[in-house]
């Protein structure tokens, strides 16, 4: 049964990669036979400028009929300050997340041995790191009420926010770590703070109770002031890490700086279906926009994801990844990693060459 995959380029240098990462999903389509059939759809800055809202009726009705979303990045400087909140660019985000209930944000922090020494921490410590954080992206501390700010009695104002989860939120979550763990290292780590929230004590109870369903994988707990300082002095002990918005928030950024390479990160935000968008974890990159130095690979590996966790299809996922790997092995980089010894390449000639090589791929 065919697959229908929604592609919208975005704003800045959306495009540019979205053109190369197209590119591989097309040459992965014919070579394995996924039967995909490609929409385009616009969202952000430029869906503004042409049917004046960032997420469009028309895109709405794409993305929900869309197995999976591909999208570039949204943003830049021509719309800053110029429209109504939630006409920006970036609300298109907001809406289209909460619009396909996108609960589960999936951030892998991967540091290919070939770019070890782009990470602020030693090269030893990061070569080989592949750690995914599973972030609760719909609950928790930024949408629970209530919420405000109020005045005391004694006239001082006081903030307050409200940090909950329920049961099934909670579930749910640690389905989609465990299942995405099944498919990796088979260990989760989920991250709370239960020696001081109680909302922490119930994650951590409901955690213990979605384990019993996975047997092959193996559940720690880490307190999240703890995870934050392991993510530095030992990062590789981590497969899965799940936890809830609010420290995934702080962690997922933490990890991907481990890498020190924004251009080569990915992510997906997943909803209870398979459905999911796909997305570079980097932004539009404005200063650099149209002049074919971008780098595409974290496009690249973000179908890499929508091959793996909405197609179900792990090979051909995994094989994308062989390519993106073997690449630098050639030592070709575009200007973001370049290094000494190294070829510097353009946007285009780096989606060309993992082409090349996915297609060399017995
Ligand atoms: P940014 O990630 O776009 O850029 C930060 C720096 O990294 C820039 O110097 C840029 O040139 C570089 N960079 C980013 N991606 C790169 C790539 N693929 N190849 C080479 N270099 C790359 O962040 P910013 O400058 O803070 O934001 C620019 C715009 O992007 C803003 O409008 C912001 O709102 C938007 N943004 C969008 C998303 C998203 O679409 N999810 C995320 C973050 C920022």
Redesign the pocket.
């Known amino acids: 049964m065919s697959k229908n995959v929604l592609i919208m380029e ?4 959306g495009p540019e ?1 979205i053109a190369e990462a197209r590119k591989v999903l097309e040459a992965v389509n014919d070579k394995d036979g996924l039967g995909l059939d490609f929409v385009e759809g616009m969202l ?1 800055g430029r869906a503004y400028d042409k049917h004046g809202h960032p997420y469009p009726e028309e895109t709405r009705e794409k993305a929900r009929a869309a197995d999976a979303i591909l999208f570039g ?5 021509q719309w ?1 300050g110029k429209t109504e909140r939630h006409l920006r ?2 609300a298109g ?1 907001l809406d289209i997340r909460s619009d396909l209930d996108l609960f589960a944000n999936l951030r892998p922090a991967i540091t290919f041995e070939q770019l070890a020494d782009a990470s602020p921490l030693k090269p030893e410590l990061v070569a080989g790191l592949d750690i995914l954080i599973v972030r609760e992206l719909t609950g928790g501390i930024y949408f629970g009420g209530p919420r405000g700010v109020r005045t005391l009695e004694n006239g001082e104002r006081q903030g307050f926010n409200t940090d909950v989860y329920s049961e099934s939120e909670i579930r749910r979550i640690g389905k989609v770590a465990f299942d995405a763990a099944q498919k990796r290292g088979k260990k989760v780590c989920s991250v709370d703070k239960a020696n001081v929230m109680e909302v922490s004590v119930l994650w951590r109870e409901i955690m213990e109770e979605v384990a019993k369903d996975y047997p092959d994988v193996e559940l720690s707990h880490m307190y999240v002031d703890n995870a934050a300082m392991q993510l530095v002095v030992n990062p590789k002990q981590f497969d899965v890490m799940v936890t809830g918005n609010l420290f995934g928030d702080i962690l997922s950024d933490e990890a991907s700086m481990l890498t020190g390479s ?2 080569m990160l990915p992510s997906a935000s997943l909803n209870e279906g398979s459905q999911g968008f796909y ?10 926009a149209g002049q074919g ?4 690979l ?1 496009t690249i590996m973000s179908a890499a994801m929508l091959l793996r966790y909405s197609i179900g299809a792990g090979e051909s996922a995994n094989r994308v990844e062989a390519a993106v790997s073997q690449v630098l092995d050639q030592g070709l980089r ?3 990693i370049m290094s000494e010894g190294m070829t510097q390449v353009s946007t285009a000639e780096m989606g060309d060459a993992v082409v090349k090589a996915l297609l060399a791929e017995s």
């Open positions: 975005g704003d800045g240098i990669i952000g990045s949204v943003g830049g400087p800053d660019p970036e985000l924004i251009g997305e570079p974890s980097h932004g539009s990159a404005p200063d650099i130095v971008a780098n595409p974290a575009t200007g973001d």
